[in-house]
């Protein structure tokens, strides 16, 4: 009897490890792994319900669509404005009238285009291109200061090999990491250097900052907890590795209440207590039994409004998730590696295939959706939307090649379509301008 008693809670103390939460597991300096039966039962359940096929149809609206009162950003601290990715409706009057065009650094990698940031802050705005030059000139143009830290390395830099930098503001500093392993902090007035630090690992995250900590991911997927005042590493949490490192961001966010939400190279969600380190449950997000699409995974980043995580992937689609407990709420298949947008009820979506969506935030229910490759010469069909913005009750979106199209927020409809650049990499607004960056490095400003 003895004998089986022991048997039992040997069983039993193998079933708790074995769960989806988890607060011992995955402290700081550790590593996580675990089976995850009862969140891989729920996704393959909504898998079964969800059509697998690319979504292909388009929406007429019938009811109204109402919206948040827009928001005046003053300040687009980080990548994604702020902690949560949460960029909301914000303030543009939509003149678009150009007050200045200037080319601020080089471009000698034309084969690459994933995003640079840009950033604004106080009066200024913040970037940098390919060389790994940074920027900041205010908002009229003109330039305060420029830095390149790689020139004055003891350490010899190929200047062969492309930076990849992200960088958020915070107090009055500039933090800084690259995709060679280099971290390091800019007093935002001087440019002069506070500190910095060269890892062995790649970063390849956003950069999120709370508790006196600077929060990133590397492309090996560890999570890093590095401090604020001289970049010393407080903890690392190490997760299950790809074959092959991803070279799309991962995707990192903070929540209100303070944790830590990422998704690694395999698909993997992760809740993660920042204080302890602990892993507070993970799900899975793509069907791991298809392990070719571990190795080429691209994600949106992950956008947290109130209690519910919203985000997208190119292979299994679109996410609801309660951060609470990492219950999925509902799944879709828009499939895209743009980060949605959330106000009031609707979340906007602009997938991989051209189709601008908006959906009811409860139920994932589709409102209206509209496909733009139609409103494109057919010449244009092969150019990738890659930004969009919910401005004023209008909807702004981007493509590699240099258009700015304007959409109604009721209906999807194009309403206007501004021609540019050759390119367009990336855009933000702040104080009411629209700030455009082209592949080339030139950054345009419209009022």
Known sequence: MEKLIRIFLLFYCFFLTSCSFDTKTGIWTGNFKEVRSEQKGKIRKLNFLSNTKTFEEEISNKAQILLDKPSSINSWFSYNLNNQNNIGHVNYSGNLNIFFKDKLGKNKFKYITTKVPIISFEDAVFLSDRNGTIFKINQGGNLFWKRNIYKKLKKKINKKIHKELSYTYFKKNIYIADNLGFLYSINSNTGNVNWIKNFPDKFNSSIKIANNS???????????????????????????????????????????????????????????????????????????????????????????????????????????????????????????????????????????????????????????????????????????????????????????????LICSSQNGKVEKIVKLGKSINNFIISRDNLYVLTNKSKLIGLN
């Open 214 to 404: 600077i929060y990133i991911l590397s492309k090996e997927n560890k999570l890093f907890s590095v401090s604020l005042k001289d970049g010393s590493i407080k903890g690392i949490l190490s997760t299950d590795k790809s074959f092959i490192s991803s070279n799309s961001k991962l995707a990192l966010a903070l929540s209100n209440g303070g944790n830590i939400f990422f998704i690694n190279s395999i698909g993997d969600l992760y809740k993660v207590d920042p204080i302890r380190g602990g892993v507070l449950w993970s799900m899975p997000t793509i069907n791991n039994l298809a392990e070719d699409k571990t190795d080429f995974f691209e994600t949106s980043d992950i956008v947290i409004y109130e209690n519910t995580a919203f985000f997208s992937n190119l292979y299994e689609g679109t996410y609801a998730i309660d951060i609470k407990n990492g219950a999925p709420i509902w799944k879709l298949n828009f499939k895209t590696n743009i980060r949605p947008i959330v106000n009031k009820n609707h979340i906007l979506l602009l997938t991989s295939n051209g189709y601008l969506i908006n959906v009811k935030k409860d139920s994932g229910i589709a409102n209206w959706s509209v496909n733009l490759y139609k409103n494109l010469k057919k010449k244009y069909h092969d150019v990738k939307f890659n930004n969009f913005i919910l401005a004023s009750s209008k909807i702004y979106v981007s493509t590699d090649n240099g258009y700015l």
